[in-house]
């Protein structure tokens, strides 16, 4: 919320084609502008975008991100340089029309961790649905859920420390969309 009798004035361009999309938008706060620009283009399935922000009082870069990606059919990847220091990468696969993997990987350099994740969905028929994920730290979650009626989802899962073997734990929920 903004005090009594502060007045901020937020101008945003925004310029589009099919592919192409930019924005520019200024907060003009007389404490010092920030400027925010991004810009995201296509073309056969590549992806590319930027994102930045300035803060005109400090004059320095206060967001920085660098994006590529590239998707098809059944394939797309995604990375991207979140301030020179968090790197992301994206994975998704769909194997056949049963069966996705997915896969994430980042790294941040400042504090030099380094984290995975692995997932799989695969549909056993019309009503039932197995997924699995392996996080970096081990856990390990399987999980089924089945379509009971239309309205009526239920779901089981399972999830353990795979380094420890502990830290067992069983859900099960039901989702009723009315």
């Known amino acids: 919320m903004l005090p009594l009798g502060r007045r901020v004035l937020l101008p945003k361009t925004a310029y589009k084609t099919d592919c192409f999309n930019g924005t520019f938008d200024a907060n003009l706060d007389l404490a010092g502008p920030t400027l925010n620009a991004t810009a995201v283009g296509e073309y056969s399935g590549i992806q590319g975008g ?25 394939f797309s990847f995604v990375g991207f340089v979140k301030d020179l220091s968090l790197f992301e990468g994206y994975v998704h ?3 056949n029309a ?4 997915a896969a994430t ?11 995975f994740n692995f997932g799989a969905k695969h549909v056993l028929d019309s009503a039932t649905l197995l997924r699995m994920k392996i996080g970096c730290c081990g856990k390990t979650t399987l999980s089924v859920t089945h379509k009971v ?5 239920a779901t089981f899962s399972n999830q353990v420390n795979a380094k420890t073997l502990t830290g ?11």
């Not at 930027?50 to 059944?74: M, W």
């Not at 049963?98 to 993997?101: A, D, G, L, V």
């Not at 067992?168 to 009315?178: F, K, P, R, T």
């Open 50 to 74: 930027a994102e930045v922000a300035f803060d005109t009082e400090k004059s320095k870069l206060t967001k920085n991100t660098l994006a590529v990606g590239y998707s098809q059919n059944d």
């Open 93 to 95: 696969h769909k194997v």
């Open 98 to 101: 049963e069966t996705e993997i």
């Open 105 to 115: 990987l980042n790294w941040n350099n400042q504090t030099n961790a380094c984290c």
């Open 149 to 153: 009626k239309p309205w009526l989802e």
């Open 168 to 178: 067992l734990s069983h859900g099960i929920s039901l989702e009723a969309n009315l």
